[in-house]
């Protein structure tokens, strides 16, 4: 986790030359259960659903491949994201 938690950091910190794209949560929750949205210095401020970054698009290109948010593309097998 602490790993996870740098590179998110570094990443936030410094221009990068890609997109970071977010997860698409839009829920607020602490260790186990749903709660209202976190205000700054309350415990579990900071979730992802906070942030307001580029939001998880894919387009699927008819031909087995998916483009993703960062200009990438990933296999699609049966309807189904491969990865």
């Known amino acids: 986790m602490k790993t996870h938690l740098t590179i998110l950091a570094i990443a936030l910190s410094e221009e990068v030359p890609y997109r970071i794209v977010g997860t698409g949560q839009d829920?607020?929750?602490?260790?186990?259960?749903?709660?209202?949205?976190?205000?700054?210095?309350q415990p579990f401020?900071?979730?992802?659903?906070?942030?307001?970054?580029?939001?998880?698009?894919y387009k699927h290109n008819g031909?087995?491949?998916e483009s993703?948010?960062?200009?990438?593309?990933?296999?699609?097998v049966k309807g189904k994201t491969a990865v």
């Open 27 to 41: 829920k607020y929750y602490d260790n186990r259960n749903e709660i209202p949205c976190p205000r700054v210095g």
């Open 45 to 57: 401020h900071g979730q992802d659903a906070q942030n307001k970054s580029l939001q998880p698009t």
């Open 63 to 65: 031909d087995g491949t």
């Open 68 to 76: 993703l948010p960062t200009g990438a593309y990933q296999p699609v």
